[in-house]
């Protein structure tokens, strides 16, 4: 069965320090992995998406992830936190099509607060 | 625009009075899903669909009915709503569940 853990439900950072948002997950197969982002009184948005191809993935707003299977982890990092990145973050994995299964796991969230 | 609309967006009820809460989308997608989010808790789906006619339970189905007679929709029915279903409810579309999920933009029902 998959589940993910996202390590602290609250982080704090800075303007312009490191935003490092935590997640490992379990999966009997290669997992699909994903980042989104929840601004309040929004739906979620696609951060970014790890699908077998390059370990480090890119996504939106300077954001970028690094799969790293032997430490089952899927960490969020960008350089330099922005004001406008305040919200909260969900990794969420799939172990895709492999058993007829599509089924997301989403883990419980980090809200991120910016001090000026 | 690509979308996937859900209403209503806010609804106060009572226990027991059957509601539905309907999901449409208009990007021809083949999965569709329905989760909760409650504070600590996360997003923890519902139920799924991978196409018309079919669907399969999340990890929180209890209490909840779904249907997939057309592509585009896939609305929660909640036969007799209890107040631990009080809840920020999103339904989402996709090519598959392995795909990057497109979200509504939510409905929060409270039961009293």
């Known amino acids: 069965a998959q589940s993910v853990t996202q390590l602290g439900s609250h982080v704090s950072v800075s303007e312009g320090a490191l935003v490092l948002l935590r997640c490992n997950y379990s999966s009997s197969v290669p997992p699909y992995l994903f980042w989104y982002v929840q601004y309040p009184n929004q739906g979620l948005q696609l951060l970014l998406k790890y699908t077998s191809a390059a370990t480090l993935v890119k996504g939106i707003n300077g954001f970028e992830a690094e799969f790293k299977k032997s430490e089952t982890s899927f960490h969020l990092t960008k350089p330099s936190a922005h004001m406008s990145d305040a919200a909260e973050y969900f990794c969420?994995?799939?172990?895709?099509?492999?058993?007829?299964?599509?089924?997301?796991?989403f883990g419980t969230g980090t809200r991120l607060t910016i001090i000026p | 625009e690509a979308q996937v609309t859900q209403n209503p967006r806010y609804l106060i009820t009572v226990t027991g009075k059957k509601l539905t809460v309907t999901c449409s989308q208009n990007?021809?997608?083949?999965?569709m899903s329905w989760y909760r989010q409650d504070p600590g808790l996360g997003l923890r789906q519902i139920y799924y669909?991978?196409?018309?006619?079919?669907?399969d339970k999340g990890d929180v189905p209890e209490g909840y009915k779904v249907s997939r007679k057309e592509k585009r929709n896939f609305p929660l029915i909640l036969e007799s709503p209890s107040p631990n279903q009080t809840s920020l409810y999103f339904c989402a579309s996709s090519s598959r569940g392995s795909q990057p999920q497109h979200f509504g933009d939510g409905t929060r029902l409270s039961i009293l």
């Open positions: 669909s991978m196409n018309v006619e079919v669907t």
């Open positions: 990007m021809n997608h083949e999965y």
């Open positions: 969420a994995v799939s172990e895709g099509p492999n058993f007829g299964n599509e089924k997301l796991t």
